[in-house]
């Protein structure tokens, strides 16, 4: 029987991937809903070609478009934000979660709520509320498996493995656009460099949250609350060559590294083939070709972000759902060029130090209108902020 599939953000980069390896065995999959934003031409078109059951556009007022595009083919159209976690309810074997942003995390868990593998390209879905998706999944006995490329490299070279025997996890980060920029011209980096990465084809925001190392804070974040490790365990380690995406390291000493080249497709279909291992559409590296792997320690004053996310660590509670909303709105600021590169940060940790003083607030239960509640009043703060600047 075909397994029944939903892809949220099936519009952005990881959605396209999902849909490419989907698109190679059209018998095995039955698409039940496929999810986007803005670009109602693409997501109608994808519907089409899947024969989905229903598409739904983020947005409100782009619904006549999507239903004009869609006439004649006997798919629903649907839009806003409850719509998308309706459509999340829908029966499914098998989720990915590639919405960008916060607005990923109630589509996931309607997702696990009702019982779909939910394979989690949305990583600030566990930085702002882990605990609460971890425990929806156990609750209704769902799965969720890493589709971040470090986590996936992690769950696998755990596969096996005693989590008691390990003494180290490192994710690798490719250190972003301006890794080989002087410090002092950070300030004045533009919104086209920072949006273009040197290894990874990804959407415009993670490509950002690259060159500042917001996405590795945000990911070893992530890595705590998906493993359940010790902070002080996770390293984070430039290398430049994004060839290596992750090591982890057992207490007998031995490092075992995950290496392949950098194509999404494959921690997104090991995730589709779980537990099993099929042929994947990726290019097998050559080692000699590749040559040299480089390492090395990343620098605190070109990446604030690392240490801000170590903070929010150690405080946890709604601190992660506060870090998240007061990045994204920061990037808003950057991407709208009311605020420079370096100043992101800045916002951030003005943030985080306004509200880490409210226990109410930062240890309030993990609920998700609590995760909301912090999340807009981080917004709120950071968007007065950057209104001061
Ligand atoms: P993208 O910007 O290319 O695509 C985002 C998708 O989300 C699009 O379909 C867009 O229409 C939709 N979307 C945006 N805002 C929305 C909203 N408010 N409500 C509903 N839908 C919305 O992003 P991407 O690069 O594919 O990344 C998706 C997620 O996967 C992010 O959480 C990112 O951190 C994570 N991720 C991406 C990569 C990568 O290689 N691209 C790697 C690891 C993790
Ligand atoms: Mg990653």
Redesign the pocket.
Known sequence: MARRVSI??????????TIDLIARDPDAYHVVAL?????VAK?AEQAKTLRAEIAVT?HEENLPALRDALAGSGIEAAAG?AA?EEAARRPADWVM?????A??LPPGLAALESGACLAL????SLVTAGPLILATAQKHGSRILP???EHSAVFQALVGEDLAAVERVVITASGGAFRDWPIEDLPNATLAQASSHPN????????I?SASMF?KA?ELIETREFFGVDPKIIEVIVHPQSLVHALVGFNDGALMAHVGPPD?RH?IGYALHWPERRKLPVDRLDLARAGTFEFRAPCDDRYPALRLARDVMDQHGMSGAIFNAAKEAALDGFIDHRIGFMRMAEVVEEVLTDLSGDAGLINAAFTLDNVRAADQMARRRAVEIIGGA
Not at 121 to 124: D, F, R, S, T, W
Not at 200 to 207: L, V
Request: net charge negative; hydrophobic share 40%; no cysteine.
């Open positions: 949220f953000g099936s519009t952005g980069s990881i959605g396209v991937s999810t986007g934003g803005h670009n997501l983020a934000e998308i979660s590639a919405i960008v942003g607005a990923g390209a949305n990583k600030e589709v971040d490329s990874w084809d990804m959407g415009q925001r993670i490509t949250d996405n945000l999404m921690a």
